[in-house]
């Protein structure tokens, strides 16, 4: 999510939320979103930086 804002987030964050409460009916208090952001230069996408190909 590196590079998300904020207002991204917290709509992820809802809709996730939204969506297991719906689906496997877990109670809205249960569910945590935790984000791990990994720089861009940590990864790859198809043998090449994803930094370089700008993901």
Do not use: D, Y
């Amino acid at each position: 999510m590196e590079g998300r804002s904020e207002e991204q987030k917290r709509a992820v964050i809802e809709k996730v939320t939204a969506a297991l409460v719906e689906v496997v009916g877990a109670p809205m208090e249960s569910v945590r979103v935790i984000f791990t952001e990994i720089p861009k230069s940590h990864g790859c996408v198809a043998g090449t930086s994803a930094k370089n190909v700008g993901h």
